[in-house]
């Protein structure tokens, strides 16, 4: 097979506001699998948008060995042979490998599907990609890793130049990552240019060839795999981390508000222990799937637990549900705000004062003036920006939005506030608005556990940090006595 | 500052629109109403207007309830064989309890408290297996649907049992206060029924837990709102009322027979979605409800005094339903 190329010339995307992407200049050829890594927001995902014909460059071309592409919509970009692997999963649980590579496109027969010719065409992929699947099995009964080979396989039906693969593991447990490998290896011996897009460091190693960092939409260095230490990747994707402090005002009590102990639950966290004290901003760092997530769930009542116990104020807490703890004094904010924490069709008002009912209300009868009072307080403390009190939440953005979410608990005069991920996806303003309401919170005496996968943040706002690996609290650190650099590592240490 | 301007003139075109979709059913009753007063005889009067309000109160007040289960998100098929129960129960009670020597009117307010107890029994089984089982209420109340049909039928012996009951009974279906042309005590029950279920939704934390649940379930889990309990509250207020209306029906025709009620809970459902309820739940208002019920009761009316046959006026209906969920399917599509 020929030699392919995908290339870019001085590539630059503006957002209003901000600039995605700014004077890229890469190469990517075939037989290799090339790295494309970055922390959140430095442009990767724009890169790839660009590629799979989602979005145009603002200035800048890219070409397909030394043709010149322009892409309208994905489809175009499936017609040049450019295909995306996104990482949430696309197949269809209840038909087969088979349909599910072809769907859309079946082979036909005197006007009916040609099953024979269809399992035969899937059997052929599937060994090329040496995944040793039945093509008439259902996709529902295939592991994690085993979907994923399917839908890269589907991938491979289309005959790509390249691959984009877009984080291809983060559903995967540890040990069907290997097996992932072999595919993608599978892959790039076919000759096709494999772009594969991780935050994941470990397992760069393993998989890469090259690796290419983009650092807040600039390109940081293309570098082959065998020329570079781990720490080298990392200084490229953080740099010289200027971390802002907090407000040295912030006093944390000496009396412990809140005891987790020995907390487990089969297959996400094992036997996690640690105390909040009054005032106190407790940070844990962890990846996605170190079962964070699964911990604050945990300790709110959202989810069950299997052992252990959580003492709040003296007051030890085994079967709890979110109601037990909303009334304990705790409050969520959950990772998916859309989907957990806010109900979109319902009005921002409203939205602000569900958790805190038992509180404006007298008795089973409504206040109506209270609750008004309860929204418009939040309002007016947090900032949100609202063009009416009484517009769908859905109207706002997400930055307003997890504002809605957190006046929704502040309303309940919450003694603990557990944060998930409350960043995610909102711009660096709301961000540090965000970090000024947990601080404020503090000054009143408010504990906060703050889970994050941005070390930076953690590093900026917490007075101690925990690290999560695997469902287990690994090691606990002094964010004053620790770099970027060295929490980045003991994040994502493989053992 | 030009755009500014331009935005706010926008905004303003879109909150008019808004409001006008917002009450788009009552814009088109007034219409009907006004045309059917000049267009058939004998429409705009009050004898008319009582026997409308008279014959629509009995599945009226079951609409009222199932607005509160489809904003809870919910769906309860059932009502239709608890209404015939529910006539029948009291029916047999009076009929195999005087002769015991029970006073009549104590028997009919045994028949009443027993089922009264089945229709609660039967709500709160449906909330607990939505919630504990994860069973959808679709499924659950569909076979109630059976099964109470066949219990009507089993404790009725499979024909009407009539005559049976007081006469105080009789007339919470079909007696009026203010003699011969008064109001209809089946339309002053449909009121009240009204008024409660509307303080419920409006102004309770029941209520607004009802459209937290429908709106979002998990979100209102995780904001510690009892979603459980909010559930079976709805799915067994909307029993509660299937059996006021049984009581209703059976005293109107002064029989307790199984085959009251047949077929009901789509009348019931089409009702509470003219009204303007999203059949996804977390939307809706029990005011709507009432109007939905109301233009169903003019337009049938309207179409009988116009002299259209049966099957017409169930085309027209199908029309005027599919209208009213498009109305409210674009209304959605906008406000996103």
């Known amino acids: ?495 | 500052m030009e755009n500014a301007a331009a935005g706010r003139q926008v905004f303003n075109q879109k909150r008019v629109g808004l409001f006008l979709l917002d009450h788009i059913m009552e814009v088109f009753l007034i219409a009907l109403i006004v045309g059917l007063t000049f267009g058939a005889h004998g429409f705009m009067t009050w004898d008319n207007w009582m026997n409308i309000l008279r014959s629509n109160s009995l599945r009226g007040v079951i609409a009222l309830g199932m607005t509160m289960v489809i904003i809870a998100g919910q769906i309860d098929l059932s009502i239709g064989s608890t209404v015939a129960l529910a006539g029948v129960i009291v029916a047999r009670s009076c009929r195999d309890l005087t002769p015991l020597g029970v006073d009549i009117n104590l028997a009919a307010v045994i028949g009443m408290v027993l089922s009264l107890a089945v229709a609660v029994l039967f709500g709160w089984m449906h909330g607990s297996l939505v919630h504990r089982a994860g069973m959808p209420s679709f499924i659950i109340t569909l076979a109630s649907k059976f099964g109470l049909y066949g219990l009507a039928a089993i404790i009725s012996g499979g024909y009407p049992i009539a005559n049976q009951f007081p006469d105080w009974f009789n007339q919470i279906g079909g007696g009026r206060v203010g003699g011969q042309d008064g109001v209809p005590i089946a339309a002053i029950i449909l009121i009240v029924a009204f008024l409660i279920v509307l303080f419920i939704m409006n102004n309770t934390t029941t209520g607004r837990a009802t459209y937290a649940v429908g709106g979002n379930p998990e979100s209102a889990r995780l904001s510690g709102i009892n979603v459980g309990k909010t559930i079976v509250f709805a799915l067994v207020i909307v029993q509660v009322m299937a059996v006021i209306s049984g009581f209703m029906t059976s005293g109107q025709v002064m029989a307790g027979s199984y085959s009251f009620g047949f077929g009901w809970e789509l009348d019931v459902i089409a009702a509470v979605i003219i009204g303007g309820t999203s059949f996804l739940g977390g939307i809706g208002t029990v005011w709507g409800t009432l109007l939905g019920i109301v233009f169903m009761g003019v337009i049938t009316n309207g179409m009988t005094l116009l002299n259209f046959d049966i099957y017409t006026q169930y085309i027209v209906r199908a029309v005027i339903m599919a209208l009213a969920v498009l109305v409210s399917s674009y209304r959605a599509k906008v406000k996103a």
């Not at chain 1, 010339?9 to 600039?19: S, V």
């Not at chain 1, 065409?121 to 994923?148: F, I």
């Not at chain 1, 892959?187 to 393993?206: A, F, M, N, S």
């Not at chain 1, 009072?373 to 009484?390: M, W």
């Open chain 1, 1 to 495: 097979m020929s030699d392919l190329m995908i290339r870019t010339e001085h590539i630059t995307k503006d957002y209003p506001g901000t600039r995605a992407l700014e004077d890229i200049s890469l190469s990517f050829g075939s037989g290799q699998v090339h790295a494309l890594v970055g922390k959140n927001g430095s442009g990767k995902s724009t890169l790839v948008k660009i590629f799979a014909g989602a979005i145009k460059p603002t200035s800048g071309n890219f070409y397909l060995n030394d043709e010149k592409l322009h892409f309208n919509a994905t489809s175009d970009a499936y017609d040049k042979g450019i295909v995306t692997v996104y990482q949430e999963m696309s197949l269809v649980p209840g038909l087969s490998v088979a349909e599910n590579i072809f769907l859309g496109r079946l082979p036909q027969k005197y006007s009916s599907i040609d099953w024979r010719k269809t399992y035969k065409m899937a059997g052929v992929l599937l060994k090329k990609m040496k995944l040793d699947v039945d093509p008439r099995e259902k996709v529902s009964r295939l592991s994690m890793w085993q979907s994923q080979v399917v839908e890269i396989t589907k991938a491979l039906s289309f005959n790509p130049k390249v691959i984009l693969l877009d984080e291809p593991t983060s559903s995967l447990a540890q040990n069907e990552v290997q097996s992932l490998f072999e595919a993608v290896r599978a892959l790039r011996d076919q000759g096709v240019v494999v772009i594969y897009i991780t935050h994941k460091l470990q397992e760069l190693p393993q998989i890469a060839d090259t690796v290419t960092v983009l650092r807040d939409g600039r390109l940081i260095g293309s570098v082959e795999m065998d020329e570079v230490e781990h720490k080298d990747i990392i200084h490229m994707m953080f740099g010289e981390v200027k971390v802002q402090s907090r407000p040295k005002d912030i006093q944390i009590q000496d009396d412990i508000v809140m005891e987790v102990k020995g907390l487990s639950r089969e297959g996400w966290f094992k036997d996690v222990s640690f105390s909040l004290r009054r005032g106190e901003v407790l940070g844990i760092a962890g990846m996605l799937g170190s079962g964070r997530t699964e911990l604050l769930h945990g300790i709110f009542g959202a989810d069950r637990v299997d052992r252990g116990e959580v003492i709040i104020e003296g007051k030890t807490y085994k079967r709890a549900n979110p109601i037990k703890m909303k009334n304990a004094g705790i409050g969520l904010t959950p990772e998916n705000r859309k989907k957990e924490g806010l109900i979109l069709i319902h009005s921002i008002m409203d939205n602000l004062c569900y958790a805190s009912m038992n509180i404006t209300d007298n008795g089973w009868v409504e206040n109506k003036g209270r609750r008004a009072e309860f929204a418009s307080r939040q309002v007016r403390e947090l900032e949100i920006k609202v063009p009416d009190i009484k517009a769908a939440c859905s109207s706002l953005s997400g930055g307003n939005q997890q504002k809605v979410v957190v006046g929704n608990w502040l309303n309940t005069s919450p003694k603990i506030m557990l944060y998930d991920e409350p960043s995610r996806g909102i711009d660096v303003n709301a961000k540090q608005q965000i970090f000024e309401i947990m601080w404020t919170q503090a000054r009143k005496g408010v504990s906060t556990v703050f889970v994050s996968t941005e070390l930076e943040e953690l590093l900026e706002v917490c007075h101690r940090i925990l690290i999560m690996r695997h469902g287990k609290i690994v090691a606990e650190v002094n964010p004053d006595a620790v770099s970027i650099n060295e929490l980045y590592e003991t994040c994502m240490r493989g053992d």
